[in-house]
């Protein structure tokens, strides 16, 4: 049997969407589909076989491989248009298309891939470009259309992506022979050719026409008159209003349930929100499917000047979600009686909180069921903004109206789309922020929670060691490392206002930073005691207090935990400041537990012992004066502890941690103030 060699179309097909997906002003995340069709061997008969090879559902260009193709045969696909039962019924032919596959047929078809098979061109680019969805989202956007591009360019109409559209495009490239593309009207557009440059360079020519005829034509303030007191704050007091107004912001966007949040300062959201039309342009919605269905149809507008405090600001945010949450069920009522009275019955409202916040001279808040969806959701919301301003320049901006929107947002396809993903992790939407994370038993805590779906902030005194363990766990949309001296309250401070910045807020606070020095009563030094305390007594109660009030402002409860010891109740030789300061982290749980309860907190430790492998602690001397103190090798430390447990096995990081994580899941809702030993049985230590 030969090797098999991947065809030649295919190839080009892979490269010229990932060019055109690496370039933003092409398309956005995950975005437009490309195709190609071309001849195959069919294995079963030995024939020659004309298959169409379409990006999948959910892809995305920019990283597309062979495997994210679907793969269908061009005459069972064209064949459908035979029993096509009308544009009513067109839903019905999704499920078609797994009748036309080739073998396995790769990825999942999508809702695009009529447009692809029956328009008669061997490569098709669908494309969500800034420039173009601002001609097709002009009011007179068809005749911008033919200005423009005269006749190489055919508007058409808006229509819900489906099989009807396939065939208007199809009919539209045969009845203008010369045209190379069109724009599709609210949405995007579509371009092809006779081979892959072909289609590529009528693609990049649609965009570059549009985006030029913008920059020459446009009105300078297409967006109005810049807003006294509207304009962007200093960099410093931008970023610092931004973190204090993030924990408020995310109890707004999680009321109906957690999200994860992503902030950014662009100038291009600054300057939308510095103009006086920003709020009617924001009002009216965005329009490419794409965008709203990650977007909703519109963010929530903070109607204050940046000169507006925090306070001022969070005292507005209630009235403004009220508001928010009655306009969305409106929109969804409105929707779904519509969708009952042509008798579909439309699934029930996803949540009615915002997906994207706009605070005048900070920047937008945009949020997600995870990282990734949430910073994407934001990106879209900047090409939202990039399609009003060109809109605006050449004309008036008129997305499609709500009843379109609705029938996207809630139609049965994205529905069933929806209910394919894969279920959430146990702490998905959850994020920690865990310290002295970078090695030792707190790099297991965050490896544990990141495995587990949490975001994490890896929080250390050593920046670089940070940043290399949080690269370990993940790209920045999983971990982040920051520098965090705990002894110090402006650097917790700072800290976690990185970390509200990087996510949103803070569900999980593990306070692990600590060190020891193994000494004697008459050998620990006033110096050895202070540093002890202000690492793990003074630390600790830093850090959970300022995090405390991150809990508290977000409204959804959270865990503290505190990486106590078995030498917070035992009593041993030559570790006085340390034992000291681990009974103080051990009663700061119970205090803790016994303040923050009312706010649905749960403080809770865990005692180790015996942690030697992989331990900054042990490897940093505490392990060889241990050793000493019990007259055995360094190396045969771990043992030597496993063998005085009642259990005889050896305590790990990797212990710790999975302690650690159970006390955050749901298992334990009910239990604060507890102390859980990870110490494979000392009786001495046993909590009385």
């Not at 403004?320 to 969708?339: I, K, S």
């Not at 030498?567 to 340390?578: E, K, L, Q």
Request: aromatic share 6%; hydrophobic share 45%; with cysteine.
């Amino acid at each position: 049997m030969t090797k098999q060699t991947v065809n030649p179309t295919v190839e080009a097909l892979v490269a010229r969407s990932n060019r055109l997906g690496a370039d933003p002003r092409n398309t956005n995340y995950a975005g437009g589909n490309t195709s190609a069709k071309g001849i195959e061997k069919d294995p079963v008969t030995g024939q020659d076989v004309e298959l169409l090879w379409v990006k999948g559902s959910g892809g995305d260009l920019g990283t597309l491989t062979a495997k994210g193709l679907a793969v269908l045969r061009l005459d069972r696909l064209r064949a459908l248009v035979d029993v096509y039962p009308g544009v009513e019924r067109e839903d019905e032919m999704v499920a078609a298309f797994d009748y036309c596959l080739h073998g396995k047929g790769g990825a999942a078809p999508s809702i695009d891939t009529a447009m692809h098979g029956l328009v008669d061109a061997a490569h098709v680019d669908h494309l969500h470009p800034d420039a173009g969805i601002a001609i097709a989202t002009a009011v007179d956007g068809p005749e911008l259309t033919e200005k423009i591009f005269g006749g190489k360019v055919v508007w058409v109409p808006w229509r819900r992506p489906g099989f009807q559209l396939g065939l208007d495009i199809a009919e539209i490239k045969a009845a203008n022979p010369d045209a190379i593309g069109t724009v599709l009207g609210g949405h995007g557009i579509t371009a092809w050719g006779e081979t892959a440059e072909e289609s590529e360079a009528n693609s990049l020519w649609i965009i570059e026409t549009a985006a030029a005829y913008i920059a020459e034509h446009g009105s300078p303030e297409p967006f109005g008159a810049a807003l006294d007191g509207y304009g962007a704050l200093p960099d410093d007091d931008r970023r610092a209003k931004a973190a204090a107004l993030a924990p408020h912001l995310r109890a707004v966007a999680s009321h109906d349930k957690p999200q994860v949040g992503h902030f950014t300062d662009a100038d291009v959201v600054l300057d939308f929100l510095a103009s006086a039309e920003h709020a009617r342009l924001a009002e009216l919605g965005t329009s490419c499917p794409d965008h709203f269905l990650r977007t909703k149809v519109k963010p929530l507008v903070v109607d204050l000047p940046a000169t507006a405090t925090v306070e001022e600001i969070v005292e507005r945010l209630p009235e403004l979600h009220e508001a928010y949450r009655a306009d969305y069920t409106a929109y969804y009522e409105r929707g779904a009686a519509e969708a009952r009275a042509r008798g579909e019955e439309p699934p029930a409202m996803r949540g009615a909180d915002p997906a994207i916040v706009l605070v005048p001279g900070v920047g937008m808040f945009s949020y997600g069921a995870d990282k990734q969806t949430a910073r994407v959701a934001g990106e879209f919301y900047v090409n939202a903004i990039n399609v009003m301003r060109g809109a605006e320049a050449l004309s008036t901006y008129g997305p499609i109206d709500e009843s379109e929107k609705f029938r996207i947002e809630y139609w049965a396809l994205e529905e069933a789309k929806l209910q394919r993903k894969p279920k959430p992790k146990p702490l998905a939407t959850r994020i920690a922020f865990v310290t002295g994370a970078a090695s030792g038993i707190g790099k297991a805590i965050a490896t544990r929670l990141a495995a587990e779906g949490a975001c994490v902030v890896v929080a250390d005194l050593d920046l670089e060691k940070a940043q290399a363990a949080a690269a370990e766990l993940g790209s920045t949309d999983v971990a982040v490392g920051l520098a965090a001296n705990v002894a110090d309250e402006a650097a917790v401070q700072a800290a976690l206002a990185e970390a509200v910045l990087a996510f949103g807020g803070v569900d999980i606070v593990v306070n692990n930073a600590g060190l020891s020095l193994s000494k004697s009563l008459f050998d620990t030094t006033e110096a050895d005691w202070d540093l002890q305390h202000d690492v793990m007594a003074k630390g600790s109660f830093l850090v959970a207090k300022n995090a405390a009030r991150i809990l508290v402002d977000q409204k959804l409860g959270g865990d503290i935990v505190y990486i106590s010891s078995k030498n917070s109740v035992f009593a041993g030789p030559n570790n006085i400041a340390y034992s000291a300061t681990k009974a103080d982290q051990a009663h700061q749980v119970r205090l803790l537990a016994a303040e923050l309860g009312e706010h649905g907190i749960k403080v809770n430790g865990i005692n180790p012992d015996g942690v030697v492998r992989g331990s900054g602690i042990f490897a940093s001397g505490w392990g060889a004066n241990r050793a000493k103190t019990y007259g055995i090798e360094e190396q045969d430390l771990g043992k030597f502890y496993a063998q005085r447990t009642l259990l005889k096995r050896e305590v790990l990081p990797e212990h710790v941690a999975n302690a650690v994580y159970a006390l955050c899941t749901a298992d334990f809702s009910h239990t604060t103030g507890l102390h859980v030993p990870v110490d494979a049985g000392v009786a001495q230590a046993f909590l009385r």
